[in-house]
Antibody, heavy 128, light 107 residues
Framework: EVRLVESGGDLVQSGGSLRLSCAASGFTLSDHYMDWVRQAPGKGLEWVGRIRNKANSDTTEYAASVKSRFTISRDASKNSLYLQMNSLTTEDTAVYFC???????????????????WGQGTLVTVSS | DIQMTQSPSSLSASVGDRVTITCRASQGISNNLAWFQQKLGAAPKSLIYGVSSLQSGVPSKFSGSGSGTDFTLTISSLQPEDFATYYCQQYDSYPLTFGGGTKVEIK
């Protein structure tokens, strides 16, 4: 069974840093693209960024709102995904979800693949 | 960036009603369109990908259609467990973007 469990959410002051984790089970994390998506209180979903799979060199993409402040990485030995968040502002207050990107077949078009599983989320609160 | 516009932003419906939610993309996204359901306080759940393909385990009362820039999610017979917020998302190009959501409430 595929399972994603986020952790690391906390209350942090503006300008501070925080690292979120997403522990995966039931599949090999490095075989998949993985994304972070966030949701501010009472608001909609916002894509944060992506790390491509090992076959695509673990390269990353970010939303403009977090680029140069957030970094996505993974540790294959722990089957875990991370989101390092620096220079946090109150605008970063949100529940952060990790999501698995799914693609099947040897010629799978990963750049046009879709989310299938989500974690339960972890709350980050940035105070001023 | 591709803007995704959902309508309506909310609707009230009764159990057994047929419900349709619309999503419009600001430019063509081929068939790279997904739908998600989110209940209050829970994580999103993937319902549909590729405009009309159901994720594993999703009941057939959910269906998706459309092409190019205009897409719809239909729930054929609304049940109590379907009252939630629904989001569309394009995954055709970066940044990935979501619609603003449609809250389906009990009439």
């Amino acid at each position: 069974e595929v399972r994603l469990v986020e952790s690391g959410g906390d209350l942090v002051q503006s300008g501070g840093s925080l690292r979120l984790s997403c522990a995966a089970s039931g599949f090999t994390l490095s075989d998949h693209y993985m994304d972070w998506v966030r949701q501010a209180p009472g608001k909609g979903l916002e894509w944060v960024g992506r790390i491509r799979n090992k076959a695509n060199s673990d390269t990353t993409e970010y939303a403009a709102s977090v680029k140069s402040r957030f970094t996505i990485s993974r540790d294959a030995s722990k089957n875990s995904l991370y989101l390092q968040m620096n220079s946090l502002t109150t605008e970063d207050t949100a529940v952060y979800f990790c999501a698995r990107v799914y693609c099947s077949g040897s010629d799978c078009p990963w750049e046009k693949a879709y989310f299938d599983h989500w974690g339960q989320g972890t709350l980050v609160t940035v105070s001023s | 960036d591709i803007q995704m516009t959902q309508s309506p932003s909310s609707l009230s419906a009764s159990v057994g009603d047929r419900v349709t939610i619309t999503c419009r993309a600001s430019q063509g996204i081929s068939n790279n369109l997904a739908w998600f359901q989110q209940k209050l306080g829970a994580a999103p759940k993937s319902l549909i990908y590729g405009v009309s393909s159901l994720q594993s385990g999703v009941p057939s009362k959910f269906s998706g259609s459309g092409s190019g820039t205009d897409f719809t999610l239909t729930i054929s017979s609304l049940q109590p467990e379907d009252f939630a917020t629904y989001y569309c998302q394009q995954y055709d190009s970066y940044p990935l973007t979501f619609g603003g959501g449609t809250k389906v409430e009990i009439k």
